[in-house]
């Protein structure tokens, strides 16, 4: 190619959610690392759109440029991800009719999956160059509609500016952070038991604010006690003044990991196949710090003395390492195929 590669990154990015607001921040990055001359935009199709990271603000897109077929085929390709975007429906994925117009090569990148939704967007899914899931739950549902998907691991998981500086291990668990999300009639308890147990200086961290609170996430909790991260800035500002995390958010556990805060990922349960914050953990060597909603410890001492005794930051910042090269690497090697 005699001049720069231009790609496209199409993205939940506008949301409000951290976990999908850093993902073209990140992408990008890593881009940068891998093809240091590539020109790279970004579109997010988000109802309500507010604004996310981006290196080049004037790279990114309005939402229209995707039913904008002459446009689209001017990029040598288009990335779509990462995060959950075949877990819940994001327009136009669902389209049958919009990969058999979309002439450059796709990459579905990092994608997490859900069976219903996965199925209405098979299109997509054979058509594209190359998928991949983040998680392996996610790639087992893809594989349903062809056979060569990998696992790749999230790029906010692999992307490095994310990562604390080297700090001698917490003495003392003094303030704990607690990262819901939309609950269940069922899964009220923790978050109940744990709103009651805070402490002055502890305190919820949502990272979906509009949200969570709207879907009731919030509700045990007093309005002094919630720091509602609307960017990955003020998120990883929360969870660096807190010393332990309780989180029923996937990107809440990957933050605290990255950030070196001890941490818990609550799991709706351990019955059947493995959620993406299962999976991390097991990325992480750290699967004995998975708690299920309704089961012990579900108290604020006992996850203390937990977080306290059980986690391992050696093994961590290696697998974090590990799977950092793994995703630069193998995001290379898709470019490289593709030509």
């Not at 790609?7 to 990008?28: E, M, P, R, V």
Request: hydrophobic share 40%; charged share 25%.
């Amino acid at each position: 190619m005699t001049r720069p590669a231009k790609i496209l990154l199409i993205g939940a990015y506008a949301n409000g959610n951290i976990g999908d607001l850093h993902q073209a921040s990140s992408l990008a990055h890593h881009l940068s690392a891998i093809l240091p001359e590539a020109v790279v935009h970004a579109t997010s199709n988000s109802v309500a759109a507010k604004p996310y990271d981006f290196p080049r603000p004037d790279h990114v897109l309005p939402p229209s440029i995707l039913r904008d077929y002459d446009r689209l085929s001017e990029y040598d390709a288009v990335i779509v991800g990462g995060g959950g975007l075949l877990a819940a429906i994001h327009r136009p994925l669902n389209s049958p009719n919009w990969p058999l117009h979309v002439t450059p090569p796709i990459i579905l990148l990092s994608m997490g999956a859900s069976a219903e939704v996965a199925q209405r967007c098979q299109t997509l899914i054979r058509r594209a160059a190359v998928v991949t899931g983040r998680d392996e739950q996610s790639c087992a549902v893809l594989r349903r509609f062809r056979d060569d998907v990998e696992l790749i691991p999230d790029p906010i998981l692999a992307d490095e500016r994310l990562d604390a500086p080297a700090r001698a291990p917490r003495d003392e668990l003094a303030r704990l952070g607690v990262i819901p999300r939309k609950p269940a009639p069922e899964h009220h308890e923790i978050f109940r038991r744990l709103a009651a147990e805070m402490k002055s200086r502890d305190r919820a961290i949502t990272l979906f604010p509009a949200t969570d609170a709207a879907s009731g996430a919030l509700q045990h909790f007093q309005d002094g006690q919630v720091v509602a991260a609307r960017t990955i800035a003020e998120c990883v500002q929360a969870i660096d003044r807190v010393t332990g995390v309780v989180s029923a958010r996937y990107h809440g556990c990957i933050l605290a990991a990255k950030r070196r805060a001890p941490s818990i990922g609550v799991v709706t349960g351990f019955e059947g196949p493995a959620t993406k914050i299962h999976e991390f953990y097991r990325q992480i060597a750290h699967e004995h710090l998975l708690v299920d909603f309704n089961s012990a410890p579900t108290n604020r001492n006992a996850i203390v003395r937990r977080l306290r005794e059980e986690v391992d930051f050696g093994v961590i910042e290696s697998r974090l390492s590990g799977l950092a090269a793994e995703f630069r690497r193998r995001l290379a090697g898709i470019l490289q195929s593709l030509g």
